[in-house]
């Protein structure tokens, strides 16, 4: 069976670990996944960001530039200048569907997963693992930077204790695993904001301070910034 080949209606009737190994998924970083899409379309010569005027040789080939070299995205215009849109746009390079753990919180890759349940899951009950299907439209997390947006807001805070790491309530960026990630007016984030975030971007992981934890999150950031501020 060649999963690349497989139809949105024969994919979603894939419901466990191993129906989905004898299909040939092979996991793949969402920058890959954007990468490749995009190639294909150029190749077909479709236009990526139908109904965008103006920036045809200009901001629309630097944003192809960037997805063909993996980059994370900074769109620095007035506002008014489609920059928002543009990200919105972006989801139509991803997969119509991607498989993920069914039941897990940061919808972790069944061949690659990243939380506890997951991987508990996973050794419990091996190739009967239940997956799910995640749609790209779901894909995409946007956030409005405003000066009271704090840590927890965007990374994580504790429910309970330090003992577990169940005990975490994840924030939007870890949230974002495996999706598009968005944060308008960057400038407005207050600079710690900025520092924890740019931790992510050099590190591709964020750690959880009091735990001995490191979670390599896959995410496409793109940020959006107006140069008056």
């Given at each position: 069976?060649?999963?690349?080949?497989?139809?949105?209606?024969?994919?979603?009737?894939?419901?466990?670990?191993?129906?989905?190994?004898?299909?040939?998924?092979?996991?793949?970083?969402?920058?890959?996944?954007?990468?490749?899409?995009?190639?294909?379309?150029?190749?077909?010569?479709?236009?990526?960001?139908?109904?965008?005027?103006?920036?045809?040789?200009?901001?629309?080939?630097?944003?192809?530039?960037?997805?063909?070299?993996?980059?994370?995205?900074?769109?620095?215009?007035?506002?008014?200048?489609?920059?928002?849109?543009?990200?919105?746009?972006?989801?139509?390079?991803?997969?119509?569907?991607?498989?993920?753990?069914?039941?897990?919180?940061?919808?972790?890759?069944?061949?690659?997963?990243?939380?506890?349940?997951?991987?508990?899951?996973?050794?419990?009950?091996?190739?009967?693992?239940?997956?799910?299907?995640?749609?790209?439209?779901?894909?995409?997390?946007?956030?409005?930077?405003?000066?009271?947006?704090?840590?927890?807001?965007?990374?994580?805070?504790?429910?309970?204790?330090?003992?577990?790491?169940?005990?975490?309530?994840?924030?939007?960026?870890?949230?974002?695993?495996?999706?598009?990630?968005?944060?308008?007016?960057?400038?407005?984030?207050?600079?710690?904001?900025?520092?924890?975030?740019?931790n992510i971007l050099q590190e591709g992981d964020i750690q959880i301070r009091?735990?001995?934890?490191?979670?390599?999150?896959?995410?496409?950031?793109?940020?959006?910034?107006?140069?008056?501020?």
């Amino acid at each position: 069976m060649d999963y690349q080949k497989l139809t949105p209606k024969e994919l979603t009737q894939i419901k466990t670990l191993g129906q989905l190994k004898a299909a040939g998924y092979e996991s793949k970083s969402i920058k890959e996944e954007l990468r490749e899409n995009l190639i294909l379309k150029i190749k077909r010569k479709e236009n990526v960001f139908e109904g965008i005027w103006g920036y045809e040789d200009t901001v629309i080939p630097d944003i192809e530039r960037a997805i063909l070299s993996r980059h994370n995205i900074n769109l620095l215009g007035l506002r008014g200048q489609a920059k928002t849109r543009i990200a919105r746009m972006m989801t139509q390079l991803l997969d119509e569907y991607v498989p993920v753990v069914f039941g897990a919180e940061l919808n972790d890759d069944p061949l690659q997963p990243l939380t506890s349940f997951a991987k508990d899951l996973i050794e419990e009950k091996g190739d009967n693992t239940p997956i799910g299907w995640w749609h790209r439209d779901d894909r995409y997390t946007e956030k409005l930077a405003t000066p009271d947006v704090s840590v927890a807001d965007l990374i994580a805070t504790m429910k309970l204790s330090y003992n577990d790491e169940r005990v975490i309530h994840y924030g939007l960026v870890p949230r974002s695993h495996r999706s598009i990630f968005v944060i308008n007016e960057l400038p407005d984030l207050q600079a710690r904001i900025q520092v924890a975030l740019f931790n992510i971007l050099q590190e591709g992981d964020i750690q959880i301070r009091g735990f001995k934890l490191r979670l390599p999150l896959d995410i496409q950031f793109v940020f959006t910034a107006n140069p008056e501020d």
